[in-house]
């Protein structure tokens, strides 16, 4: 079936960068496109960003421009987001999600992984 | 880009229908039929109920529809059951390679 697992919990000092990874399984990895979602705790989901495991620019939401980036590597069915200059407020729980249909980019991800924990004290 | 919003809360008894409200703006809900659903129970990953506005994925019961008129998109449960319970969360594509979630509503199932 369709999976998509992600790298474990990270805690980070604030300044500190961190590296997240969500690898696919059960399904054409380079067919959908993976989306960036984050949860701070209590809080609502947040759009982070879009890229196309086949290639091209990842997208990201004006926030986060110049912090965040996002790579795959396809020949391990995987993606990884990287976010820098880690604040308190980057606490949150992580999402990678794939959309829904192939070769489509913005109708709704249907699949998500299990999410990563960052937590960022000092 | 600013969040859709949605009322903090709804709820509705067992049998009953209730609906749910996403507002915009012309650059983001008017302007584009990508509107999506989700449903995220406590401790869990968001599950897609509705895409493209009132599309169901293959699984998702036609309990669940969602509609859109102008900058708002709604999302209806009927025959509300227990399990309904959960978050529910819209989202729209936003222009420029962007989209952008709603606040979320807490539903509770009387």
């Known amino acids: 079936q369709v999976q998509l697992v992600q790298s474990g919990a990270e805690v980070k000092k604030p300044g500190a960068s961190v590296r997240l990874s969500c690898t696919g399984s059960g399904y054409t990895f380079s067919n959908h496109y993976i989306h960036w979602v984050r949860q701070a705790p209590g809080q609502g989901l947040e759009w982070m960003g879009i890229?196309?495991?086949?290639?091209?620019?990842?997208t990201f939401a004006q926030k986060f421009q110049g912090r965040v980036t996002m790579t795959r590597a396809t020949s391990a069915n995987s993606v990884s987001l990287e976010l820098s200059s880690l604040i308190f407020e980057d606490t949150a729980v992580y999402y990678c999600?794939?959309?829904?249909?192939?070769?489509?980019?913005?109708?709704?991800?249907?699949?998500w992984g299990q999410g990563t924990l960052v937590t960022v004290s000092s | 880009q600013s969040a859709l919003t949605q009322p903090r809360s709804v709820s509705g008894s067992p049998g009953q229908s209730v609906s749910i409200s996403c507002t915009g703006t012309s650059n983001d809900v008017g302007n584009y039929n990508l509107v999506s659903w989700y449903q995220q129970h406590p401790g869990k990953a968001p599950k897609l109920m509705i895409f493209d506005v009132y599309k169901r994925p293959s699984g998702v019961p036609d309990r669940f529809s969602g509609s859109k008129s102008g900058n708002t998109a709604s999302l209806t449960i009927s025959g509300l059951q227990a399990e309904d319970e959960a978050d529910y969360y819209c989202?729209?594509?936003?222009?420029?390679?962007?989209?952008?979630f709603g606040g979320g509503t807490q539903l509770t199932v009387l």
């Open positions: 890229m196309n495991p086949s290639g091209g620019r990842p």
């Open positions: 999600a794939r959309v829904h249909l192939q070769d489509d980019d913005w109708s709704g991800c249907d699949a």
């Open positions: 989202c729209s594509y936003a222009g420029s390679y962007t989209a952008v």
